[in-house]
Antibody, heavy 120, light 108 residues
Framework: QVQLVQSGAEVKKPGASVKVSCKAS????????LHWVRQAPGQGPEWMGM????????NYAQKLRGRVTMTRDTSTSTVYMELSSLRSEDTAVYYC?????????????WGQGTLVTVSS | EIVLTQSPGTLSLSPGERATLSCRAS???????LAWYQQRPGQAPRLLIY???ARATGIPDRFSGSGSGTDFTLTISRLEPEDFAVYFC?????????FGQGTKLEIK
């Protein structure tokens, strides 16, 4: 069965960076895009960007360009999301989510979420 | 960027009743790019509907989606206790995904 397993919760100070991992299993890693979506407390989800595991091509949300970096490791079927220059507004649950095939434009499986808290 | 506005913010209904949730886009959205998700407390979103009207795998047929252009609707025909949750719509356009702010469906 498809699983996306994320790394654990993080507490960071303003100005620091955080790196969250998402390990995929149960399907062919290179056949689906993987996205990152975050959700601040009480808010709707916010799309952050996506990785094409085959080519390594990336598409970042305009708002986060310059602060976010997404990478993948095909040998371990893992994608990573690093967010720098953290501020309090970055406090959120961060999810990885699978787009089942290129062009599907929907997310059929989600990781369990990683809470990132930014606090001095 | 296309903004999705969901209404109502909160909907109070009883089990067995029909729920109608609205998602309005600031610009026309391709129907193939409109999806709906359910989110229970402490859980990740769950895909319900994609392509505006296609049910995702394992989703009961009491859930249905409709609409086109700027106005989309999620209907739950007869509410079950497990349906009380928050619902989000999502669209893709110009290489960007956006989500609505959500409708909370609560027990009356």
């Amino acid at each position: 069965q498809v699983q996306l397993v994320q790394s654990g919760a993080e507490v960071k100070k303003p100005g620091a960076s955080v790196k969250v991992s998402c390990k995929a299993s149960g399907y062919t890693f290179t056949r689906s895009y993987l996205h990152w979506v975050r959700q601040a407390p009480g808010q709707g989800p916010e799309w952050m960007g996506m990785v094409d595991p085959t080519s390594g091509n990336i598409n970042y949300a305009q708002k986060l360009r310059g602060r976010v970096t997404m990478t993948r490791d095909t040998s371990t079927s893992t994608v990573y999301m690093e967010l720098s220059s953290l501020r309090s507004e970055d406090t959120a649950v961060y999810y990885c989510a699978r787009e089942p095939h290129p062009g599907a434009v929907r997310f059929d499986y989600w990781g369990q979420g990683t809470l990132v808290t930014v606090s001095s | 960027e296309i903004v999705l506005t969901q209404s109502p913010g909160t909907l109070s209904l009883s089990p067995g009743e029909r729920a109608t949730l609205s998602c309005r886009a600031s610009q026309s959205v391709s129907s193939s790019s409109l999806a709906w998700y359910q989110q229970r407390p402490g859980q990740a979103p769950r895909l319900l509907i994609y392509g505006a009207s296609a049910r995702a795998t394992g989703i009961p047929d009491r859930f249905s989606g409709s609409g086109s252009g700027t106005d989309f609707t999620l209907t739950i025909s007869r509410l079950e206790p497990e349906d009380f949750a928050v619902y989000f719509c999502q669209q893709f356009s110009s290489s960007t995904y956006t989500f609505g702010q959500g409708t909370k469906l609560e027990i009356k």
